[in-house]
């Protein structure tokens, strides 16, 4: 994994500060060639990986990066799934079982199963879960995909129901059919690493809100710091600007401090704003690098 | 331990049974729901003990309290059978679909001593928090006009195959959306004793209103609009804000941030100056042991814990609180149709546009 993951939140109407600001850049962002600039910008800075949604309007992003290869030679996509707003809102409009169907294939045993509204069994649910990611995973065809994650909406509910298994059963799947690394978004850290071992994943890649106020850590910034110090996982930080309620190095010095921190994941509209957060991350990095124990004790 | 059963694992069923299930102090016992395939689901890999009936589900299990997220029409009569049991209820929004239940099951509450919540979580999200703790300290000064807006992507298409589209199951923006903004209305500003202008709208549902538009009289003489629409795809989720001016200042509440602009007089109350300040969800936010969707979940559900145990039969969102919006919402409903009071007179103006336009 590459130690700076370019987001996408800011090109789909998405701010935990501001309405007015998301809505601002749902328009800024409404044609392509607009996003397509921005995350040129971060290419250009040296950030070749985008941690995206799987949006319908992320089909057209990789349509753009399917026709221009040779521009892109090394870009990766790590796409996050489902975008769950899809699904809620189908739920809502048809209710639940019309809503699975309608993401599923319409042939198949399974369709026609959940049609005649009969109970589903333990390998259903498996089989469902795997056509649900491969929907997911179309639009990526023929793109680099090397980790996939499922968002915190699905993992936490999972985790909350208790229904862990899925959660190897996506893992599994991940593995088998597109050589991926499943990775595992969630507001709740330590509740899922305990999980995850359960489970026997290891050394799993796990996203979670990392900043000095301890924004949405659920289990709280102790239970945080103390599971990224002691526990076996790869951790990427995410909201490391709790939407930016935190200045830019005073975030970053926070998340760089902690070297088992693997990677970062941040979204920006502008090439200035995107060279300095790439800028201060290879900054502190460096600073680091060198002489290990002050760093720390000053940290 | 509180011992729980749910009724209803729809979307807000299932969200309830994560968050019960994962409190530290409640011990989720069993569940009720009519569909097959997601009980068996459940019971599979998770051991819940699954029921298809709801008067079997109390009947066969030692429960403390009940969570029920059934469609609307379905709570009164629930909720009856549980209070009669005496178990204590955390009920879905809208409470009920006709005040007279509602009267009752509150009298009934308050007879058993039970503790009652309705599922109105904005009355847990910081910043609206936040707006009703300035409002209520008097910084605005004497209350003029309070608006409530919510607007969403839930109806975008002419068909609809759930009970939300069907008037008689509780459907339609009335009362299974326009209920949080109302009852915004009332958390911040208090019930409003007449409504007036009321505009019930259908964009594409059939059988219920997609919008609903109204005034709302305050008993101190201010003035509050409605403004609701869940047929709004400009929006990628619900989104609602609330807005208050008063004889010192004005301020604007959402889901992320508290607006407040006070002038000079309003500045007196502690920790307050005049012109703009804005608080953020960041910092408005208490944190809770477990996150999904949005802390006002966990929040409400922790609240019902507290009350249960503390006894407190009092407490936000109860449901002699959530009884003031259903009231609000059947206002509003008995205006459905009857029209914009009209000047008997020929108008003026109208005659002279004709002329311009003929």
């Known amino acids: 994994m590459d130690r700076v993951l370019f987001g996408d939140n800011q090109f789909f109407g998405v701010n935990h500060m501001s309405e007015e600001k998301a809505r601002a850049q749902a328009m800024r962002f409404q044609e392509l060639p607009a996003i397509v600039e921005v995350l040129d910008a971060a290419y250009q800075e040296g950030i070749r990986t985008f941690m995206c949604t799987t949006h319908e309007r992320v089909g057209e992003l990789c349509d753009h990066f399917r026709a221009h290869r040779e521009r892109y030679p090394d870009y990766v996509f790590y796409p996050c799934m489902p975008y769950a707003h899809k699904y809620a809102n189908a739920v809502t409009e048809v209710g639940m079982l019309e809503a699975l169907r309608k993401f599923l294939p319409d042939e198949g045993a399974l369709g026609a199963m959940l049609k005649a509204g009969m109970a589903v069994a333990s390998k259903d649910v498996r089989a469902i879960l795997q056509l649900l990611v491969d929907a997911e995973m179309k639009m990526f065809h023929g793109l680099a995909t090397p980790v996939i994650f499922v968002q915190n909406v699905v993992t936490d509910l999972l985790l909350g129901l208790g229904m862990k298994q899925a959660l190897g059963y996506f893992a599994e799947h991940v593995r088998e059919r597109y050589g991926a690394e499943p990775g595992f978004i969630t507001m709740n850290l330590p509740r899922l690493l305990d999980v995850l071992d359960e489970l026997g994943i290891d050394n799993p890649i796990v996203c979670a809100n990392i900043n000095k106020i301890g924004f949405r850590m659920c289990g709280g910034i102790e239970a945080y710091e103390k599971a990224i110090a002691t526990r076996r996982f790869r951790p990427i930080a995410m909201s490391v600007l709790a939407s930016g309620a935190i200045a830019p190095r005073e975030a970053l010095e926070y998340v760089c401090g902690q070297p088992e921190i693997q990677s970062i994941v941040f979204g920006a509209s502008s090439r200035a704003n995107i060279r300095h957060t790439k800028a201060l991350i290879d900054e502190l990095d460096a600073q680091r690098a060198r002489p290990r124990r002050p760093q720390l004790a000053a940290a | ?358």
């Open chain 2, 1 to 358: 331990m509180i011992r729980i059963g749910l009724a209803g694992l729809g979307k807000m069923g299932l969200s309830h049974l994560a968050i019960f299930k994962t409190h530290p102090e409640v011990e989720v016992v069993a569940a009720c729901d009519p569909s097959a395939y997601l009980t068996d689901a459940l019971a599979r890999f998770t051991g819940l003990k699954c029921y298809s009936d709801f008067e079997r589900m109390l009947a066969q299990e030692a429960l403390d309290a009940v969570v029920i997220s059934t469609p609307s029409r379905l709570h009164a009569a629930m909720v009856e059978q549980a209070l009669t049991r005496g178990l204590h209820v955390f009920c879905e929004k809208p409470f009920v679909l006709d005040v007279r239940d509602g009267e009752r099951l509150v009298e009934l509450a308050d007879a058993n001593e039970r503790v009652t919540q309705v599922g109105y979580h904005l009355r847990f999200v910081g910043a609206f928090q936040e707006a009703a703790r300035v409002f209520a300290c008097g910084a605005l000064g004497k209350l003029h006009h309070v608006r409530a807006e919510a607007y969403g992507p839930v109806v975008l298409r002419a068909k609809g195959a759930t009970w939300r589209a069907a008037k008689s199951e509780g459907g339609g923006a009335l009362y299974d959306y326009a209920c949080h903004a109302i009852d915004l209305m009332n958390f911040l500003a208090g019930p409003p004793d007449s409504v007036g202008g009321a505009a019930l709208e259908s964009l594409f549902s059939r059988d219920v209103e997609d919008a609903v538009y109204c005034t709302l009289y305050y008993p101190g003489g201010a003035t509050g609009q409605l403004s609701v629409n869940w047929s709004d795809e400009s929006f990628r989720k619900m989104s609602t804000k609330i807005s208050a001016w008063g004889a010192n200042g004005r301020l604007v509440a959402d889901r992320q941030e508290c607006q407040l602009y006070l002038r000079e007089a309003g500045m007196t109350q502690a920790g307050m100056r005049p012109g703009w300040s804005v608080r953020y969800t960041t910092e408005l936010t208490d944190e809770v042991w477990y996150y999904l969707r949005g802390e006002e979940y966990s929040a409400q559900v922790n609240y019902f814990v507290r009350s249960i145990q503390q006894g407190r039969t009092n407490g936000t969102n109860s449901f002699r609180s959530a009884l003031e919006a259903d009231r609000v919402a059947a206002l509003i409903s008995a205006q459905r149709g009857a029209g914009p009071a009209r000047d008997p007179r020929p108008s003026q103006a109208k005659s002279r546009w004709a002329r311009i336009f003929s």
